[in-house]
């Protein structure tokens, strides 16, 4: 009897979030760290992808215009 049940682990799939948050028009601080992300993304490094988009979203809610 073959009794052999393969549990297979879920494929990872590493992706951006879906919705990044959106920066300030005119903001240096905005631009700085949007090109911060996509220099990162375009190096496939998600986790500093990331990691802008938390300091991103940080800085929008420090200064709402
Ligand atoms: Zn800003």
Redesign the pocket.
Same mark, same amino acid.
């Given at each position: 009897m073959d009794d052999a049940t393969t549990t297979m682990a879920a494929p990872v799939h590493l992706m951006p979030p879906p919705e990044p948050p959106k920066? %300030?028009e005119g @903001?240096d601080? @905005?631009r700085a760290l949007v090109r911060e992300r996509t220099e990162a993304a375009r190096a496939g490094d998600w986790s500093k992808v990331a990691d802008a988009n938390v300091e991103i979203g940080r %800085?929008?809610a420090g200064?709402q215009k």
């Open positions: 920066p %300030h @903001c601080m @905005c %800085h929008l200064q």
